[in-house]
């Protein structure tokens, strides 16, 4: 099977560099590479294709239509020509074996619909006594472990998996750092025109879709990245970032897993009420501006404005 990797960008020339140079060095890298770039002034896009044209079979880079992480994901699976589509960011670094991992999943297990790479350095929450019981309030099937889940209002965890005694690890929803989905289980286009901007819970809803479709999805603790977060344009407004979170997992709950507008609303408050509580000792302006930007979401949701 054909594989195309769609990798959207902004103002991160040095770093997406970086991520090609890792994806072009996998003893199975993609026959296609897809980069859809929003940076403000562009890239050397000729540049940019002599560098990498001799790494993947098809690399085509491109002007970004509409900026945001969504949109342009949109727009290069468009474009992409493969049997598969993956979606990478452009700040991970993949350990040797990893595409191969993936892809060799796939094509063994006709019944999984995506599967993902671990983040070696994203590890998974501490659920304690506290966060347990109020995850039970919002939970339909409580009593069932945490890790992997979309509870309530769309409340995702990732599954502990890194450290696990199974290689595979079957998850209700995939991060779109590092993962790979057949394309027949897509949605076509495969992200709403809701997620803008950063896109804050996109990766929840493209993965939510594949399962309700009878699509299984699964994270391999062997296909591993690390995940170089880095600061961005999007990620300046502590309290947008925040009010989109409540919006977006406000229209996944809702549109997709079919939730009362009432409970989500009231599920969501409680939810965020803990996390701000949960925050209080290392409390300061980011605190501040993430707490008012959730409440304000909420507010503006309990008037059915948004």
Not at 33 to 51: C, I, K, N, T
Not at 273 to 282: I, M, S
Not at 288 to 297: D, I, K, R, Y
């Amino acid at each position: 099977m054909k594989l195309s990797f769609v990798i959207p960008t902004r103002n991160r020339g040095v770093r997406l560099r970086a991520t090609l140079a890792g994806l072009a060095r996998q003893s199975a890298a993609p026959e296609q590479v897809v980069v859809v770039d929003a940076s403000e002034g562009g890239f050397d896009l000729p540049r940019l294709a002599a560098e990498f044209s001799q790494g993947f079979q098809n690399f085509v880079p491109v002007r970004a239509e509409k900026p945001g992480a969504a949109a342009q994901r949109n727009q290069g699976v468009a474009i992409a020509s493969g049997d598969w589509i993956g979606f990478c960011d452009d700040d991970v670094d993949l350990e040797p074996g990893c595409v191969r991992a993936l892809r060799d999943f796939l094509a063994k297990e006709p019944d999984f619909g995506g599967v993902s790479a671990t983040i070696a350095n994203q590890a998974p929450r501490n659920f304690g006594r506290a966060t347990r019981w109020v995850a039970r309030l919002i939970d339909a099937t409580p009593g069932r472990p945490l890790d992997g889940r979309v509870i309530g209002p769309a409340i995702n965890f990732l599954p502990r998996i890194a450290d696990a005694a199974e290689a595979v690890c079957e998850t209700e929803w995939l991060p779109t750092t590092c993962t790979i989905y057949r394309r027949s289980a897509l949605l076509q286009p495969p992200f709403g025109d809701q997620f803008q901007g950063y896109s804050m819970l996109e990766d929840v809803c493209l993965s939510l879709g594949v399962a309700r479709r009878g699509r299984r999805l699964a994270i391999l603790r062997d296909a591993r990245i690390f995940h170089d977060t880095q600061p961005g344009d999007h990620k300046r407004s502590a309290s947008g970032v925040a009010a989109m979170g409540i919006r977006n997992r406000y229209y996944v709950a809702t549109t997709l897993l079919g939730r009362s507008r009432w409970s989500t609303w009231w599920q969501l408050t409680l939810w965020q009420g803990f996390c701000g509580v949960a925050g209080l000792r290392k409390a300061g302006r980011i605190w501040f501006l993430q707490n008012w930007g959730a409440a304000s979401a909420l507010g503006l949701i309990a008037l059915r404005r948004k």
